[in-house]
């Protein structure tokens, strides 16, 4: 499975800002998809994750009613709407893939920057 990412950008407080992400290859094999993130000087974090099953959605609690997931499993496409962005927000953000329990296909990552 192949994931590119895309939509990141530098942007003010406040504002919003959608990334989008498309699998390709072996997409019938993916369970779910998400969102992960990382900081300069910090670790990979969780941001949210969509399931194929009912589409049931998680969110970390730092981004809960601000940020939102959405997938199309027939497109194989993930896109994470990002309103209300704080300073915060600024990481490299990750789109994944699992085939399973555990998240194994891994985006290139897209810079989101947000300048007080």
């Known amino acids: 499975v192949q994931l590119q990412a895309s939509g990141g950008g530098l942007v003010q407080a406040g504002d919003s800002l959608r990334l989008s992400c498309a699998a390709s290859g072996r997409t019938f094999s993916t369970y779910g998809m998400g969102w992960f993130r990382q900081a300069p000087g910090k670790e990979r974090e969780f941001v949210a994750s969509i399931s194929w099953s009912g589409g049931t959605t998680n969110y970390a609690d730092s981004v809960k009613g601000r940020f939102t997931i959405s997938g199309d499993n027939a497109k194989n496409t993930v896109s994470l709407q990002m309103n209300s962005l704080k300073p915060e927000d600024t990481a490299v953000y990750y789109c994944?893939?699992?085939?399973?329990?555990?998240?194994?296909?891994w985006g290139q990552g897209t810079l989101v920057t947000v300048s007080s």
């Open positions: 994944t893939a699992r085939t399973g329990t555990i998240y194994n296909y």
